[in-house]
């Protein structure tokens, strides 16, 4: 039987743990994605916005689908896990770091089309709509390369691996949209999901530690399926608590949206 199956059938709560976790990274992840995306076609003409949209999704299956053929590859390098952690790391001191901005700071690091070499060579050859998506597409690899990294990191079980960019897939056409819809109404449920970020990448980290000293106790523990399944009760947690308490007392306070 495939190995990696085998591993999957001897501990299932774990590989649920992580499959859970790699929701909340892929999620999260889309919806930075979908908010460039559309942020890139609001110069469009309404009725075409829509259309560059639906290029840009299936430009993201196909370089998904194109960086899972290099997945195993990529699960050899024990390093991609402490750099997948620094990069989680990144994502959550990106969101805390205090801002002191106003939102002409906030428009001036919307991507500029205008700056972008690839959208200027197709601008005049093939007109403002095209040379849009062909740029959707390039942010589109960055975004897959992006994606499939921070799955590779997190797991060597190359099935594990596939699921994981599976979810990242949906979660650009379905996902992000549920997350942005439930954290308007209980926009506390932003800081929960970016500290569950943090708690991630602080674990990745420490497979640096892991490696270098793999009989140590601490090692031998965060290598567990009990610390898998662990941690994912922590992160699930981390959104039920401070929600129920918001549904029961109102405290955090949630919107009361139409």
């Known amino acids: 039987m495939n190995v990696h199956l085998q591993q999957i059938l001897d501990n299932p709560l774990a590989a649920a743990a992580i499959v859970g976790n790699l929701i909340i990274i892929e999620s999260l992840l889309s919806v930075d994605n979908a ?52 990069y989680l790391l990144y994502l959550c001191y990106q969101q805390f770091r205090p801002k002191g901005r106003s939102a002409d700071d906030d428009a001036a690091d919307a991507p500029d089309k205008g700056k972008s070499w690839l959208y200027r060579r197709t601008l005049g050859a093939f007109g403002q709509f095209w040379a849009t998506v062909a740029l ?38 379905l996902v992000a949209q549920a997350f942005v819809l439930l954290m308007a109404r209980y926009p506390f449920l932003e800081t929960s999901a970016f500290l569950v970020i943090g708690i991630l990448g602080l674990k990745l980290l420490l497979s640096l530690f892991e490696h270098f000293q793999p009989a140590h106790p601490v090692s031998v523990f965060l290598e567990s399926h009990a610390a898998d399944v662990g941690l994912t009760a922590l992160t699930v947690l981390m959104f039920l608590v401070p929600l129920a308490s918001s549904l029961l007392f109102n405290v955090p306070r949630h919107q009361r949206l139409p």
């Open 35 to 86: 908010a460039v995306l559309a942020t890139m076609v609001g110069d469009l003409p309404k009725e075409q916005r829509q259309k560059a949209l639906r290029y840009g999704i299936i430009g993201a299956y196909v370089f998904r689908g194109v960086c899972l053929l290099f997945a195993s590859f990529l699960i050899n390098f024990w390093y991609l896990k402490p750099l997948g952690g620094l």
């Open 136 to 173: 959707i597409e390039l942010m589109d690899l960055a975004f897959s390369i992006d994606n499939v990294f921070a799955v590779v990191a997190f797991t060597d079980n190359l099935i594990l691996v596939c699921v994981g960019v599976f979810i990242g897939i949906l979660a650009m056409r």
